[in-house]
């Protein structure tokens, strides 16, 4: 998998985008509908996404934010008193986050289009990396941890969203339930559009046995069949990979396991046990 194929998908699909419809223009009165309602549906959908940056103590903090969706972190961040620094691997989503702080009239330091394996940023620069679901699309993490290690300071820290290994969404949901569901559809010959359609699409061009095997299905199964590459984590792994770090912290948040109804989801206890969402928090091992 190559970083083009990455950049390809996430500029073709950008983060987050499909969840309210869409962007249905280029003005700024359409830019500003539409901000307004991600950001709306984003804090509904995850509520604790505001008390974890309240958490972080970002006042006056060098922040490199590393993905960027649609901005609406990189505001919360710019708006909580950091010195905020924007990368990611599309222009579109530089695009739209740069019209976005300009809307708002809110101050930043740097945005840039760029990849993590080769951070166009000067060594022990920022307090703080934030990265909120990108670094488990990266295929070459090593690389990128160690670039990440080079543009903290000394006593920096990596604060960091993955996907989780040991939740309902990746062992119920896309192990169990989602393979069951193609098993049964490719072989009635039932037909499909959507998402449903492209899963069918995938089985049919890879081979259904190849396709469902958990380290080929799980690309598939976080961000659309579209999506190349994804991985999950553990704690076990992100200590594996993560060489040039010292884990001190890490908590879970969102119990999000469709085709499992939200209500039932929300619903069910031990989000900090099985939700989907693994946050690490990490320090240069050079601080010491």
Known sequence: MTEAQIQEFWQKHPCGETLV??????????????FQEYDNYRYDEQPQMLTILDRIGLRE????????????DSEQIVRRGAHWSGLDLTEE?????????ELRGLPYQELKRGTALNLPFSSNSFDIVFSHGVLHHIPDIDRAQREIAR?????????????????LNY??????????GLVAMYYGGINAGGKLGGHLENARRCGLWN?????????????GPENPYSKVYDLREVRRVFTEFKLTKSYKA????????????HALPGESV?????????RPRKSA
């Open 21 to 34: 419809g869409g962007l249905r223009g280029e003005g700024d009165t359409d830019l500003e509908r539409f």
């Open 61 to 72: 903090k060098r922040v490199l934010e590393i993905g960027l969706g649609e901005g609406s």
């Open 93 to 101: 989503s530089v695009k739209r986050v740069r019209k976005r702080l």
């Open 151 to 167: 543009v903290l300071k000394p006593n920096g820290e990596l604060i960091a969203m993955l996907y989780a290994k040991w939740s």
């Open 171 to 180: 062992l119920l949901s896309i192990a169990l339930l989602r393979r069951l």
């Open 211 to 223: 396709y469902l095997r958990l380290k080929n299905f799980i690309h598939a199964n976080t961000d």
């Open 254 to 265: 969102s119990m999000h396991a469709p085709p499992l109804p939200g209500p039932l989801t």
């Open 274 to 282: 099985l939700g989907w969402h693994l946050w690490v928090h990490l």
